[in-house]
Structures are given as C-alpha cells and as structure tokens.
C-alpha cells in the first residue's frame, strides 16, 4: 500500500506531530530499513543511546513504535510511512526482523482472541446467567430512564422559558446558562445532547454569522422535538427508537454489532473532519461502497493530544466489511474488516446530481425527521462569492448556499480555476458543507490538504 504525502500527514494526531513526522522523512535520520508483503520497519535514533524501533502494519495502516511518545501515530512511525512513500527503494526486501514477526503476530493473536472470547461468552451463558444478566440490565435501564426523564423535563421547561423570553437579551446574559443546562444533561447521561446545547449557545456569540438568530431557533426547534419524540417514545418504530435514544445517548454494545453480518464492499474514503468538543475531539469521516453505492459514517473519539485508533486517509480506499448501527435511515457503520488499502484510481460518486442528491435527503428525512445532515456528492458546481457568504452554482444555474462561516471558498475558487468541480460535503436542509474536492486534476480533502 502507498498513500500520497497529504494522505499519511492527515493520519497525524495533531500539526506538530505532522511537521516532526516531515523532518524525520529523510534516509539520514534511519538505519535497518526493510519492507516486506504487509510491513515495514526501520530504527531512529533519538536522545537515547538505542535507536527507537518504528514499523507499520501496511494492511490497515497499524503504527508501532518503542518510542515513548503518547500519540498515536508518533512521529517516527509518521517519518518511516513518509519515506517508505518517497523513497521505496531505500528498504530492502528481507526478512523481517523478530520484532516485527512478534508485533504482528500478536496483532493476530489479540484479533483471534477478541472473536473466540465473544464466541465463548455466548456459549458459556446458561439460561440462568442470561436470565441474571437481563434483570440486572433492566434495573440499570429503568434508573438511567428516569434520569434521562427529569434531565429532558427540565431542558423543556429551560427552553420553554427562553422562548417566552425571545432571544433580545440573549448576549447580554452570556454563556453560563448554557453551560449550566450543558452540564445538566452530562449529568443525566445524555451527553450528545450537551455537546448539542454548547455548540447550539454558541451560535449566539458568533459575530460573524448575521442570521444567527434563525439558525439557533432552527436547532432549538429540532432539540425540542427530540424531546417530545421521546416522552412518546413507545409509539415510535423499533428504528426510529433506536436513532432517538442514539441521539441522547444511549450506546449499542460494538461486540454484539461486530457479531453481525455487515456490507462488503470496496470502500472509498470520500470526506473527512474532525470536531473539537472541549478535551474530546471527534472525527467523522465519510465512506462510499463502489459497488453498492451506499453512504457510510465512521466515527472515532480521542481525548487530548491522543490520536484516533484507526488511522484513515482520505483519497484511499479498502476492501472491507461495514456493519451499520440500526436505525430509520441507516449511515453511521463500524468497520468489521479493513484489507487491501491503496489510493483511489477512479472515484466513484453516487447521485452526482441535485436532484438526485435532493430525493435521497427527502427519502432519509422522511424516515428520520431527526437526521442533522447527510452526506451528499454534487458534480458540476462553480463557487461564485455573495458578498460575505459564498453559493455553489449548479448546472442549472440554480444557487446553494455555503455556510456563513465557510473558511475555504478561495481555496476552492483557486483549485478549479472558477472550471466546473465535483464537491463531497454535507447537506443540513439548508446549507451545503463541502468536505472534499475534486477536479479534472486532483482530489483533495479541504481540513488535510488546504490549510489557510
């Protein structure tokens, strides 16, 4: 597998982790490098007196390195992708070191037991254990239950209050009642719906979106809904119940949908951002089965300065499983099996007209009237500046807004050279996010590849 430098720079947990990973890209830093059919490995000295032993599983990519660094990937495995990347040639096809032949055997060995331990639960449970297991889950449930109850009676009344109160004082009184009602809800274990209400309170206070107001009542409004859905809850589908306790915070065991049969496909990794929540940094990265055409979230959380445990690239593709989380209108997956990573050759957009793109959004909403946003991939498109705002001008000559605060429009309008493009972003119902672009030259992911 060989990934483009912009595509192994966006596996960094962080910029400074990139540009130490970028001076460590050169044979002089190296000794001992070698590859073989699913690995690499080389040997870095640092300011110890043994060199650091740095290597990559390349089937996923899996980092791993002696070093003492808490981020993942460190900047000596980041150095050795780089190189291997440029430079192939510098390491010698060999067998590998025994170190090497340990680390990844004992990635299989781990993989192998995680399948046989599950297996083995499900075999040792006797009627009587599960019979005990499922009492106490429900005592667990109907506590969490109550509490979630009271936590969303008294963010009905706060919002109930606001709106009689109107938003013209709003500023005036600051964050703190944000705060207060955000950290009201992580006590009730509905912490979704903090980060919700944090990111909500701090429409207000952006002075560079002038139709803040709307947008506020808009996801207020939306908030409000997924309240009163769950005070009726049982009258719901079986689907439809799981997005809404999805969405306030209930979580569905990973092993019991890793169990399952899921889609196999050739996934391209098509978009990709990453969301800073306080210490939690979530990204969300957008995938696309070649052959199904079907849409697929993959989310992945990191405290601190930590990065994600999987490390994936925009612009690269995989032979895989996907196994999707239930739902209404199914879209966030995990990722069951992962082989065979390589760079897209020939990029496969699905429903690349808007109209198209707009039947697919009418059918999910309809499903799951609490969908946020779908991703969406729309060819053809000029970007064209509207005083502050930017639009995205369809073949049709039809406009879409981008949001206010949209940071790459000049990017995007140097890219393509003001020529038609194929973007991959985000439709919320009202505005158009774009992620990713694609020309007649280059596909390029807008967070990892055009920094302002």
């Given at each position: 597998?060989?990934?483009?430098?912009?595509?192994?720079?966006?596996?960094?947990?962080?910029?400074?982790?990139?540009?130490?990973?970028?001076?460590?890209?050169?044979?002089?830093?190296?000794?001992?490098?070698?590859?073989?059919?699913?690995?690499?490995?080389?040997?870095?000295?640092?300011?110890?007196?043994?060199?650091?032993?740095?290597?990559?599983?390349?089937?996923?990519?899996?980092?791993?390195?002696?070093?003492?660094?808490?981020?993942?990937?460190?900047?000596?495995?980041?150095?050795?992708?780089?190189?291997?990347?440029?430079?192939?040639?510098?390491?010698?096809?060999?067998?590998?070191?025994?170190?090497?032949?340990?680390?990844?055997?004992?990635?299989?060995?781990?993989?192998?037991k995680k399948q046989e331990t599950a297996?083995?639960?499900?075999?040792?449970?006797?009627?009587?254990?599960?019979?005990?297991?499922?009492?106490?889950?429900?005592?667990?449930?109907?506590?969490?239950?109550?509490?979630?109850?009271?936590?969303?009676?008294?963010?009905?009344?706060?919002?109930?209050?606001?709106?009689?109160?109107?938003?013209?004082?709003?500023?005036?009184?600051?964050?703190?009642?944000?705060?207060?009602?955000?950290?009201?809800?992580?006590?009730?274990?509905?912490?979704?719906?903090?980060?919700?209400?944090?990111?909500?309170?701090?429409?207000?206070?952006?002075?560079?979106?002038?139709?803040?107001?709307?947008?506020?009542?808009?996801?207020?409004?939306?908030?409000?809904?997924?309240?009163?859905?769950?005070?009726?809850?049982?009258?719901?589908?079986?689907?439809?119940?799981?997005?809404?306790?999805?969405?306030?915070?209930?979580?569905?065991?990973?092993?019991?949908?890793?169990?399952?049969?899921?889609?196999?496909?050739?996934?391209?990794?098509?978009?990709?951002?990453?969301?800073?929540?306080?210490?939690?940094?979530?990204?969300?990265?957008?995938l696309c089965g070649k052959r199904s055409?079907?849409?697929?979230?993959?989310?992945?959380?990191?405290?601190?300065?930590?990065?994600?445990?999987?490390?994936?690239?925009?612009?690269?593709?995989?032979?895989?499983?996907?196994?999707?989380?239930?739902?209404?209108?199914?879209?966030?997956?995990?990722?069951?099996?992962?082989?065979?990573?390589?760079?897209?050759?020939?990029?496969?957009?699905?429903?690349?007209?808007?109209?198209?793109?707009?039947?697919s959004y009418a059918r999910a909403i309809?499903?799951?009237?609490?969908?946020?946003?779908?991703?969406?991939?729309?060819?053809?498109?000029?970007?064209?500046?509207?005083?502050?705002?930017?639009?995205?001008?369809?073949?049709?000559?039809?406009?879409?807004?981008?949001?206010?605060?949209?940071?790459?429009?000049?990017?995007?309008?140097?890219?393509?050279?003001?020529?038609?493009?194929?973007?991959?972003?985000?439709?919320?119902?009202?505005?158009?996010?774009?992620?990713?672009?694609?020309?007649?030259?280059?596909?390029?992911?807008?967070?990892?590849?055009?920094?302002?």
């Open positions: 597998m060989t990934l483009s430098t912009d595509q192994i720079l966006a596996l960094a947990p962080d910029a400074s982790s990139a540009k130490a990973g970028s001076a460590l890209a050169t044979a002089s830093k190296w000794s001992n490098l070698g590859n073989s059919d699913i690995a690499v490995w080389g040997e870095c000295q640092g300011s110890g007196s043994t060199p650091y032993r740095a290597q990559i599983d390349l089937r996923e990519p899996a980092f791993k390195c002696s070093c003492p660094s808490r981020k993942f990937p460190c900047k000596h495995g980041l150095g050795l992708f780089l190189l291997y990347s440029g430079k192939s040639e510098l390491f010698a096809v060999t067998a590998a070191p025994q170190w090497n032949l340990d680390w990844l055997q004992s990635r299989e060995a781990r993989a192998t297996e083995e639960k499900l075999q040792n449970l006797t009627p009587e254990k599960l019979a005990q297991q499922a009492e106490q889950a429900q005592k667990r449930e109907e506590k969490r239950e109550a509490k979630v109850a009271r936590g969303l009676q008294e963010l009905q009344t706060w919002l109930e209050d606001l709106a009689r109160e109107g938003f013209s004082n709003l500023r005036n009184v600051g964050t703190a009642p944000w705060d207060a009602i955000a950290a009201r809800m992580v006590d009730a274990q509905m912490a979704p719906l903090a980060g919700r209400l944090s990111r909500a309170g701090r429409l207000a206070f952006q002075t560079s979106i002038s139709d803040w107001e709307e947008q506020l009542a808009r996801e207020l409004a939306a908030i409000y809904l997924l309240i009163k859905a769950y005070q009726k809850i049982e009258s719901l589908t079986p689907d439809l119940q799981e997005d809404v306790r999805s969405m306030l915070g209930w979580n569905q065991s990973q092993d019991s949908l890793l169990a399952q049969t899921g889609q196999v496909d050739c996934w391209q990794v098509l978009a990709q951002k990453t969301r800073d929540d306080e210490r939690v940094r979530t990204r969300i990265t957008y055409g079907l849409w697929a979230v993959f989310l992945q959380f990191a405290v601190g300065t930590q990065g994600f445990d999987r490390p994936i690239a925009v612009g690269s593709e995989f032979e895989g499983e996907l196994v999707f989380y239930p739902g209404a209108a199914p879209l966030r997956a995990l990722i069951k099996e992962q082989r065979n990573v390589s760079v897209i050759e020939k990029y496969h957009f699905p429903g690349t007209q808007f109209e198209g793109g707009m039947q309809a499903a799951n009237p609490f969908l946020e946003r779908l991703p969406l991939s729309l060819s053809g498109l000029r970007l064209q500046p509207d005083g502050e705002r930017w639009l995205a001008i369809l073949p049709g000559q039809q406009a879409l807004h981008l949001p206010e605060n949209f940071a790459y429009g000049w990017q995007l309008l140097a890219i393509s050279g003001g020529q038609p493009m194929t973007l991959v972003g985000e439709w919320d119902g009202y505005f158009f996010t774009p992620l990713s672009v694609q020309t007649d030259r280059q596909f390029l992911s807008l967070e990892s590849d055009c920094h302002l």
